[in-house]
């Protein structure tokens, strides 16, 4: 029932909030997928660690096998850990590599070497997704023994 003289008064989205709701939304979707994309990279580093501590320990047991030192190489140059040039594993382009305690040669190339008594050159590998760490590993000086000591960045398993 409506009085003579009051206005009827429609109740809805006006074309302005309507248009600000979708932006909104659109933004946070945007939010969402960009986070997503970054858990992606994370997993990738993650991998990557993992792949790295395997050749780390191939390098171990190679030295040990055969009588001889292995060394492992870590070029940022070339973005490549490699055993002796005969195995190589990429760098992703959005990972660095840290060394701490790690040798290095003339050229600045950071280096792990095992020896074929069970030894090593000992150190800690840090893998960094833009200054933040995503995994460590630390070899044993005596032992040459590859521990993972953390891996602890961006939330994704």
């Given at each position: ?62 030295a040990v096998n055969s009588g001889g030192p292995v060394t492992v190489w870590i070029s940022a140059a ?80």
């Amino acid at each position: 029932m409506h009085r003579m003289g009051q206005k009827h008064q429609q109740r809805g989205l006006t074309l302005l909030e309507l248009v600000v709701v979708l932006v909104l939304l659109s933004v946070a979707v945007g939010l969402v997928f960009q986070r997503v994309g970054g858990t992606s990279e994370v997993r990738e580093a993650k991998m990557f660690a993992k792949e790295l501590a395997i050749l780390l320990k191939k390098a171990r047991r190679t030295a040990v096998n055969s009588g001889g030192p292995v060394t492992v190489w870590i070029s940022a140059a070339e973005r490549t850990c490699s055993i002796e040039e005969d195995v190589r594993l990429e760098i992703p382009e959005f990972v660095r590599i840290d060394g701490k305690k790690v040798r290095h040669n003339e050229e600045g190339i950071p280096y792990i070497r095992f020896d074929p008594d069970g030894g090593s050159s000992g150190g800690e590998l840090i893998v960094l997704i833009d200054q933040v760490s995503v995994a460590a590993m630390r070899i044993d000086m005596f032992t040459a023994a590859i521990q993972n000591v953390r891996e602890d960045a961006g939330g994704a398993g």
